[in-house]
């Protein structure tokens, strides 16, 4: 029966069949959460098949905002109670609004609603979904369109991940024997992952899962171990690649279905054999390696500093550098990844030492004018043409041991090292290097 509005739609008869009276629509007013209330029950087909209904009450989720708990929820609650003295629903998941940019509540007659057709148009389905995964339960948050511009640089980013791995993959590689220390690092990280977002989803905490997931692809993933492999063939890595990557679109794919389908039919329908990656069996942790992951952390810093540092020399990331030594008490656990090294920032010679002899050695100096005027007067030009011919090293020394004494016209003057910047480059056996800091450890470069 479809309903009707008694205070606007006409009777169904003119007159009452029993008593031939006049009918009147009634004036009183039906709680439409009663009406809802049954939801559970007709989901699970009650009364109309009996053991599908079986099978299906009660449900496992009820999804549904604050503003309707006292509502939707206790009616619901309610009526399963009395009808089946059961519950509707195992859980019950509640979510906030999403209000407008500026906090305020939505609302068509002052105009300040967000139209979600422009926002999919521009953007892809996969970006909007992303932006309400990063919403947390129970709470209001404002809409943000640079959370939905991540979203889709995200969905990026996995389609030319897809691209990168799938030149690795001509079968499906059915393990690998020798893992090299990047590999294991790897791999134990997505272990770490896989068990932390799964026990987020179980709690329907989807917005730290997604933190998970997302950190763990864009981060360690590409920016680090990709990186690490672009120029390896061997089997370690083709296993590698492909366990990593497949379990992480499985993992991404309850938020971004449409890119991760994309991804997976290009790259992976062929050697799985499952027609969709959402009929695939969830991800699950695959190796746990604790050593393996705190040198692998070490690993990936080294590397980035080195990185960092030719980028800051302006220096492209493929330019060859000659030496490149790691000093420090646990530079030993990086001896099995010298390859990783030195394959990744293009250096010829790496040496890991324990510890290692550097020196200063001073190139230059340069006089501090502000202060050598006001203190000699006409004396300091001439105390800086006498300086300028001196070797840099003996002034450094002087300037170090008491002071450095300058003869003019007007007899001699000890000069202290306020009156000079001492240009000084490190030296290690011979070689000047730029030095890095990373952690405790010490890395030297030469050129």
């Known amino acids: 029966m479809c ?5 606007e739609d006409a009777p169904p008869a003119e007159k009452c069949p029993e008593c031939g009276g006049k009918l009147v629509g009634s004036t009183d007013v039906f709680d439409t959460w009663m009406d809802s209330s049954g939801s559970a029950l007709y989901n699970t087909f009650w009364e109309r098949d009996a053991e599908l209904h079986k099978k299906l ?9 604050h503003d309707i708990i006292r509502t939707w929820a206790f009616y619901s609650i309610l009526r399963s109670e009395q009808l089946k003295e059961s519950r509707p629903w195992d859980d019950i998941m509640i979510h906030g609004f999403i209000m407008a940019p500026d906090g305020t509540p939505m609302h068509s007659s002052i105009g300040n609603v967000i139209d979600p057709i422009p926002i999919l148009k521009e953007y892809g389905a996969d970006a909007l979904r992303y932006y309400a995964a990063t919403c947390s339960l129970g709470i209001d948050h404002s809409f943000r369109e640079k959370d939905v511009i991540r979203g889709r640089r995200l969905c ?4 030319n991940l897809g691209q990168f791995v799938s030149r690795f993959f001509d079968s499906k590689p059915e393990g690998a024997e020798a893992l090299r220390l990047p590999d294991r690092w790897i791999l134990g990280r997505y272990s770490d992952t896989v068990a932390k977002a799964t026990a987020f989803f179980d709690e329907y905490q989807f917005d730290k899962a997604m ?9 360690e993933f590409a920016d680090h171990y990709v990186e690490m492999v672009k120029s390896r063939k061997d089997d370690s890595v083709r296993y590698t690649l492909y366990t990593v990557f497949l379990g ?3 993992l991404i794919a309850p938020f971004l279905p449409h890119v991760t389908e994309d991804v997976y039919q290009s790259c992976f329908a062929k050697h799985e054999g499952t027609v969709s990656l959402h009929l695939t069996s969830w991800s699950e942790p695959v190796l746990r390696d604790g050593e393996a992951e705190a040198a692998g952390d070490v690993l990936k810093d080294v590397i980035a500093a080195i990185r960092g540092w030719k980028s800051d020399k302006k220096m492209p990331l493929n330019a060859e550098i000659d030496t490149v030594e790691i000093i420090g008490g646990g530079a030993a656990a990086l001896s099995e990844a010298e390859s990783d090294i030195m394959e990744t ?3 010829r010679k790496i040496i890991i030492a324990e510890e290692a002899d550097l020196t200063e050695e001073a190139v230059g100096v340069k006089p501090v004018y502000a202060k050598l005027g006001p203190a000699f007067k006409a004396d300091a030009k001439e105390i800086t043409a006498a300086v300028s011919r001196m070797d840099a090293k003996h002034v450094m020394e002087a300037l170090r041991d008491g002071g450095l004494e300058v003869t003019t016209g007007n007899g001699i003057h000890t000069l202290g090292p306020e009156f000079f910047d001492i240009e000084k480059r490190l030296m290690l056996d011979g070689r000047a290097v730029d030095t890095i800091q990373v952690g405790d450890l010490l890395i030297a470069i030469s050129l």
């Open 57 to 65: 009450f009660p449900m496992s989720m009820r999804p549904q905002s």
């Open 156 to 159: 990026n980013k996995i389609f």
């Open 248 to 250: 992480s679109l499985k």
């Open 3 to 7: 309903y009707c509005d008694p205070t």
């Open 211 to 219: 933190k998970e997931i997302e950190n763990f692809i864009w981060h």
């Open 345 to 347: 920032v293009k250096t």
